[in-house]
């Protein structure tokens, strides 16, 4: 109770604008130190938070990945949310491809089959008017979720999700480019984006995930269990305020309500 009030006097009088900006600079960073930019995209200025939020496999719970925290293979198990934040009302009325490539198939010594492609779908929108709130698939995926499931000895991979503005012509185009019967291997993000034109993506986020409980390349112990990750797991380019934000406004306005009003 107490912890609650001092964040909230925290957060409303430091201002919420701040870490919203920060989230992007955040993200950013995190994305370079994990050689995400130049080795999978070449640039990465997001204009937009990219919140995925992921149920338990086993025990239901809700987590929200934190850019580069560590997830199990049965906290990742089931297809996630996603939720966009921006300050800009513009991407309110938008429609979004959304991705997730592994880089690191089959081990990051060895990455022979990346990019591996779990997911590509376009057809993304924000259901509703506020900012900050649920991302809706209005059209079937080109590549439907498949789970992280790194074999066996190898270490760690990184998962990246990422979101992209998506044109008007993408619903034509891009299944005859990737379609059910493209392989998942030796995806290249880069590439089809350039064909797409789908420019730079526009938010973005990741995790770790390693062969089965093996999250941490060591004792998986921090986040396995279905602990929240967010609580225990401050990581590269993330840290306590944001998760602090992020539960803060789940507990308080589920509906994402204070994006809008702040
Ligand atoms: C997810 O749960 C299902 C049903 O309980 C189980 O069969 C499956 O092995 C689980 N997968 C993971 C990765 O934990
Ligand atoms: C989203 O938030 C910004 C301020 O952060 C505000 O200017 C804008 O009107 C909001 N848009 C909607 C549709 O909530
Ligand atoms: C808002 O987003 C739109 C579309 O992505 C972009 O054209 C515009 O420049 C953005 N506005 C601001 C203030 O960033
Ligand atoms: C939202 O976009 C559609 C076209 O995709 C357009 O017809 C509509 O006027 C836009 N609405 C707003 C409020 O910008
Ligand atoms: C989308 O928003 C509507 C109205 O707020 C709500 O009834 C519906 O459940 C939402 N859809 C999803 C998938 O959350
Ligand atoms: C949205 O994606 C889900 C699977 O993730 C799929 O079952 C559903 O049919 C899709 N919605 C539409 C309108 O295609
Ligand atoms: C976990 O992964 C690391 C490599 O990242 C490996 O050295 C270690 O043996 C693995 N631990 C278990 C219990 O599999
Ligand atoms: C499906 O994608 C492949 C490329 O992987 C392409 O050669 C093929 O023409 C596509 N199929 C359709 C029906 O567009
Ligand atoms: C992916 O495609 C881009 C653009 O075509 C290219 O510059 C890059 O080298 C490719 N990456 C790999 C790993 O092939
Ligand atoms: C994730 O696990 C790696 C070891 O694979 C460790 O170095 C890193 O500190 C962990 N990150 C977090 C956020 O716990
Ligand atoms: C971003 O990172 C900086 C430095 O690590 C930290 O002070 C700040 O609180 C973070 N902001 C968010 C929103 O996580
Ligand atoms: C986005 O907004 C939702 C709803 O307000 C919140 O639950 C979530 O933590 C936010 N995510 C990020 C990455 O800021």
């Known amino acids: 109770m107490h912890f609650s009030t001092f964040c909230g006097l925290v957060l409303f009088s430091c201002g919420l604008v701040v870490a919203q900006s920060d989230s992007t600079a955040n993200v950013t960073q995190a994305f370079s130190q994990a050689h995400i930019v130049p080795g999978v995209i070449p640039v990465f200025a997001p204009v937009a938070t990219l ?22 293979e049965a906290q990742t198990a089931r297809e996630p949310q996603f939720f966009l934040n921006s300050s800009n009302s513009t991407l309110l009325n938008q429609t979004f491809v959304l991705t997730i490539v592994d880089p690191d198939a089959l081990t990051p010594q060895n990455p022979s089959l990346a990019q591996f492609r779990h997911f590509l779908s376009g057809g993304f929108r924000i259901n509703g008017t506020t900012n900050g709130t649920l991302l809706v698939n209005v059209t079937a995926a080109l590549s439907d979720f498949i789970p ?13 999700v990422l979101v992209f503005a998506q044109p008007p012509t993408f619903e034509d185009d891009s299944r005859a480019i990737v379609n059910s019967s493209t392989p998942r291997q030796n995806f290249n993000i880069t590439a089809f984006a350039q064909t797409a034109q789908l420019g730079s993506p526009i938010a973005g986020n990741f995790f ?14 921090g986040t396995a269990g279905g602990s ?18 992020g539960n803060l406004l789940r507990a308080l306005v589920p509906t994402g309500l204070l994006w809008f009003i702040l």
């Open 228 to 245: 929240q990750p967010s609580s225990t797991a401050p990581s590269a380019g993330s840290n306590g305020a944001f998760e602090v934000t």
């Open 148 to 160: 992280p499931t790194p074999p066996a000895g190898s270490d760690p991979h990184r998962y990246i």
């Open 51 to 72: 919140g995925v939020v992921f149920s338990d496999n086993s025990t239901g719970q809700q987590l929200n990945v934190t850019p580069g925290v560590n997830l199990t």
């Open 208 to 221: 770790f995930t390693g062969p089965g409980d093996n999250s941490t390349g060591g004792s998986a112990s």
